[in-house]
């Protein structure tokens, strides 16, 4: 049973990067097309983008191109989220999970906060 | 600001039945199977219905989900006050390439 546990919580000023890791395990993340939804406080689901293992590409959502980079290290099953150029708004839970037969099983989520 | 739509509550009294609709196009919903998601405060969505109408493992059948079209709904029934959560529609969008949910639906069990 794949399981996804994800790294701890960010404190960041706007305009600072941060990267959140997903490790993967119960499965090969090579074998498996893993996304990024982020949920910002009190707010719904918002889908940033994922990789497909398929076709080897990933797609991300118009309103992160250009500020958001998904990258796999498949020798250690850790996917990253990396978002650049941090403002305000970027505020929000944001998970990672595999797309099997939909977005299932979840990690548990990371809170970053962008507060100057 | 979503691109499915779904009513922001819903409510009913314990052993009623409750359902949430969610509406979208003919490239979300209109193409694609429809997933349900159940949130409780501070927690991951997980998984409720798949592929439309196929509950997922662990999930009780007092939960069903069911499409027509460019909508979708999700029933409960024998409603219990551990049902108290957030609802989310979700499906793939064809023409944006991506996820897409709707904004979720509170549910409060009276």
């Known amino acids: 049973q794949v399981q996804l546990v994800q790294s701890g919580a960010e404190v960041k000023k706007p305009g600072a990067s941060v990267k959140v890791s997903c490790k993967v395990s119960?499965?090969?993340?090579?074998?498996?097309?893993l996304h990024w939804v982020r949920q910002a406080p009190g707010k719904g689901l918002e889908w940033m983008g994922g990789?497909?293992?398929?076709?080897?590409?990933?797609t991300y959502a118009q309103k992160f191109q250009g500020r958001v980079t998904m990258t796999e290290d498949t020798s250690t099953d850790t996917a990253y989220m990396e978002l650049n150029s941090l403002r305000f708004e970027d505020t929000a839970m944001y998970f990672c999970?595999?797309?099997?037969?939909?977005?299932?099983?979840w990690g548990q989520g990371t809170l970053v906060t962008v507060s100057s | 600001q979503f691109v499915l739509t779904q009513p922001p509550s819903a409510s009913g009294t314990p052993g009623q039945r409750v359902t949430i609709s969610c509406s979208g196009s003919s490239s979300d919903i209109g193409s694609n199977y429809v997933y349900w998601y159940q949130q409780f405060p501070g927690a991951a969505p997980q998984l409720l219905i798949y592929r439309g109408n196929e509950r997922s493992s662990g999930v009780p059948d007092r939960f069903s989900g069911s499409k027509s079209g460019t909508s979708a709904s999700l029933a409960i029934s024998g409603l219990r006050s551990e049902d108290e959560a957030d609802y989310y529609c979700a499906t793939w969008d064809d023409s944006l390439n991506g996820w897409v949910f709707g904004g979720g639906t509170k549910l409060t069990v009276l």
């Open positions: 999970a595999v797309d099997l037969i939909g977005l299932d099983p």
């Open positions: 119960g499965n090969s993340l090579s074998e498996i097309s």
């Open positions: 990789h497909d293992f398929e076709d080897g590409e990933t």
